[in-house]
């Protein structure tokens, strides 16, 4: 459903198109919705639309992301952007957006369109918050979390959602649905930021160092910012400069200081309040596969 809603008759596009298709790594989201729906017994053609819509747009994330992060590598592949360029780049993410909204669209309600149009307007404000954080050496972690949240957080929630709706679940369920989507897709984030300092880059599949790079404060150096010694203020001085830092060395101190470890358990707490959400669904090998899927976040490498 997802290649046959990108097919069209400009060759060039499609070629786009099948560079997009290497992006897909763990597929989470679409899993989670496909996992919830069936948990609720009803995992048909309209959960699977779904999933291909969700997909999309985390697609087009992605390839954003490359661009506003300047990442040369995904997937263990060239990015979009570093192949051919920026505008290119951004262009084929709005043309996946539009494609997702238009797969949507072929659904008999406007709950689905409604609900991911909402979810993509939260993500862009998260987007844009953390534009407006860039070089901020004062973020917060109250901040963090809400561009997390915002960011990533939201299109993993309206996926679990969605499924729950695609199983005809009770609003009560929808919720607790979402609101497991919300915890897992907090602490993915976490975990990514982790990997982003301390992963090996032949795992993770990607450019890693980059929020450094680009003077991004993520949770692992916001709790080493907390000390307030030299060494965190030189972190931060070498974070506003732009300079060039050393990645091992940054990890080797964050370990050091005990702030790898401390993100980690932040995560793993943010992984058990979302399977506490699960016993709203009924029990079974789906909701199993979901708690495994949440236990996953914390084991992953890449």
Same mark, same amino acid.
């Given at each position: 459903?997802? /290649? ?26 679409? $899993? ?16 699977? @639309? %779904? ?9 087009? #994330?992605?390839?954003? /992301? ?53 979810? @993509?307007? *939260? ?23 809400? *561009?997390?949240?915002?960011? #990533?957080?939201?299109? @993993?929630?309206?996926?679990?959602? %969605? ?31 982790? %990997?982003? *300092? ?6 993770? &599949?990607? @450019? ?9 404060? #993520? ?38 200081? &005990?702030?790898?470890?401390? $993100? ?32 996953? *976040?914390? +084991? +992953?490498?890449?």
């Amino acid at each position: 459903m997802f /290649d046959a809603e990108l097919a069209g008759d400009l060759p060039f596009i499609n070629e786009l198109c099948e560079r997009v298709r290497s992006y897909r790594g763990k597929m989470l989201r679409p $899993a989670l919705l496909l996992l919830t729906a069936k948990a609720l017994g009803r995992c048909d053609r309209r959960a699977h @639309t %779904l999933a291909a819509v969700v997909e999309m747009v985390h697609m087009a #994330t992605l390839v954003h /992301d490359d661009v506003l992060d300047e990442a040369s590598q995904r997937r263990k592949q060239p990015t979009v952007a570093a192949v051919e360029g920026n505008i290119a780049a951004v262009l084929l993410g709005d043309y996946l957006i539009s494609h997702a909204f238009h797969l949507c669209s072929s659904l008999d309600s406007q709950f689905a369109s409604r609900r991911v149009g909402a979810t @993509t307007n *939260i993500v862009c404000e998260g987007e844009l918050l953390q534009n407006l954080h860039g070089g901020d050496m004062a973020l917060s972690e109250a901040q963090y979390f809400d *561009i997390v949240r915002r960011k #990533t957080g939201v299109l @993993t929630a309206v996926a679990c959602e %969605l499924g729950a709706y695609a199983g005809d679940a009770s609003d009560e369920v929808m919720a607790a649905a979402y609101e497991f989507g919300l915890a897992s897709g907090i602490a993915f984030q976490i975990v990514d930021d982790v %990997l982003d *300092i301390v992963g090996d880059t032949s795992s993770v &599949g990607k @450019t890693l160092g980059q929020d450094v790079l680009l003077g991004k404060l #993520t949770l692992p150096t916001i709790l080493f910012m907390r000390a307030g010694n030299e060494d965190s203020r030189r972190l931060a001085e070498s974070l506003a400069s732009g300079r060039a830092m050393n990645r091992q060395q940054l990890a080797d101190e964050l370990q050091a200081r &005990g702030c790898i470890d401390d $993100a980690l358990s932040v995560a793993r707490s943010y992984v058990g309040r979302a399977q506490e959400y699960l016993g709203s669904l009924p029990a079974g090998p789906a909701r199993e596969c979901l708690m495994g899927m949440a236990d996953f *976040i914390m +084991r +992953r490498r890449f």
